[in-house]
């Protein structure tokens, strides 16, 4: 099982940017962190990271066949990458959208996702933890697990 995981523009950044908002940790940290958890769950991860909305529709249209579902912090094309919502939803994989911030505690414009009503589920708020929670959750529903 393969899952994609995808960040947009200005998250090759990490570690530098706004750490009051995004944390220390670099991107290079995040999928360190995320090829550990990938080995406990047995899955595949492929990595991509661009700053540009056409990139990442061409990585998606090349890559979902492979894969079997897709998690993607999107950046500021969270707000209004309508493109980028297409190619997703062209993927026909089940997506979770993770945020390092609370993007519902900050500016007004940032309190709306393009990409949400076609995910799965969001998980906002909790720095690097959150895309490591969003690879446990990705793979238990594809799984079928029942946590009851
Ligand atoms: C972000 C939130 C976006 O509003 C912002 O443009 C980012 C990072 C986050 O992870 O909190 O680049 O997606």
Redesign the pocket.
């Given at each position: 099982m393969k899952i994609l995981i995808v960040n947009?523009?200005?998250?090759n950044l990490l570690g530098k940017?706004d750490t009051s908002?995004?944390g220390s940790k670099t991107l290079a940290d995040i999928q360190m962190v995320l090829l550990r958890k990938a080995g406990d769950l047995g899955v595949e991860l492929e990595f991509f990271q661009s700053n540009s909305e056409g990139e990442i529709v061409s990585f998606l249209q090349q890559k979902s066949t492979s894969a079997s579902g897709i998690i993607i912090?999107?950046?500021?094309?969270?707000?209004y990458g309508l493109s980028l919502r297409d190619a997703l939803c062209d993927s026909d994989l089940p997506i979770i959208e993770?945020?390092?911030?609370?993007?519902y505690s900050?500016e007004e414009w940032?309190q709306k996702s393009v990409i949400a009503p076609i995910c799965k589920g969001q998980i906002?708020g909790f720095s690097h933890k959150?895309y490591i929670c969003a690879l446990e959750i990705m793979v238990s529903e594809l799984k079928g697990e029942d946590w009851g």
């Open positions: 947009g523009p200005n998250l940017r908002h995004y912090n999107p950046g500021a094309l969270t707000h993770v945020h390092l911030s609370n993007i900050r940032r906002g959150g």
